[in-house]
C-alpha cells in the first residue's frame, strides 16, 4: 500500500508540472497586447514581453517550493481526481483481487503441503531403507541357512532313491539269478537221465537178452523215478 501511495504522488507531480510552468503574468501581457494598435509595436512589444515573461519564468521556477505546489489549485484538482480514480478503479477491482489474491494463496498453500507430502514420504522411505540395511545382515543369515537346509534335505532325497533303486535292483538280479541255477539243474539233470539211459540202453543191447534188458531197463526207468521226484517238489 506504501508504495502505491508513492506512486500516486509521483503521478500527481507529473500531471501538476505543466501547470506550475506557466508564467504569472501571462493575463497582463495579454492585455497589453489589446492596447498596442500597431502591427509592427506589436510584434516589438511581443518580443518584448516574451523576453521579459522568459526571465521571470526562470525566477519563478527557482523558488517552487512544496507549500507553493499544494496551494495551486489545479494541482489540487489533479491530486482528487487521480486518487478518485484510483479509488474507484479499487473498488470495482476488489473482487478480482481478492480472487487472484485468494487463489495464489490457494496455490501456495497446496505447494507447501505438496512439498510436506514429498518430504514425509521422502522421510518415511529413508527410514524404510535404513531400517532394512540395518536387518541384511540378519536375513542374510536367514537365507543362507534355508538354503542350506533345503540343500541337506534334497541330498537326503536323492541317498534314499538311490538306496531304494539299488536295493530293488539287488531283490531283481537275486531272483534272477535263482530262476537261471533252477533251469541249469533242471537242464543238466535231464541231459543226464538221457545220456544215462542211452548208455544202458547200449549195454543191454550187447550183454543182455532181450528179456534181461526189459527187465533192467524197467528197474532203471523206476530208479531214475524216484531221484527226479525231489528235484520236480523243489
Partial sequence: MRWTLRL??????????????????????VEQLEHLGDHTGAVDAM???????????????????????????KFLASLVSFFLLLGLGVYFLRAKIRAGLSARKREIEEAVAEANRVRAEAEAKKA???????????????VRAELQKAAETERDRIVQDAEAKAALLR?????????RMKQLREDLTRE????????AEKVLADK????????LADAYLAELAKV???????
Fill in 8 to 29: 500516486a504522488f509521483v503521478a500527481s507531480l507529473a500531471l501538476a508540472a505543466p501547470v506550475l510552468a506557466q508564467p504569472e503574468n501571462s493575463d497582463h501581457e
Fill in 47 to 73: 518580443h518584448e514581453l516574451e523576453a521579459h515573461g522568459e526571465v521571470e519564468g526562470h525566477g519563478h521556477h527557482g523558488h517552487v517550493t512544496l507549500s507553493g505546489i499544494f496551494a495551486d489549485g
Fill in 128 to 142: 524404510e531403507l535404513e531400517s532394512r540395511l540395518a536387518k541384511l545382515d540378519d536375513e542374510l543369515a536367514t
Fill in 171 to 179: 531283490k531283481d538280479t537275486k531272483f534272477q539269478i535263482e530262476q
Fill in 192 to 199: 543226464t537221465v538221457v545220456a544215462a539211459v542211452r548208455a
Fill in 208 to 215: 543182455t537178452t532181450a528179456a534181461d534188458q526189459q527187465r
Fill in 228 to 234: 527226479a521226484q525231489p528235484e520236480v517238489r523243489s
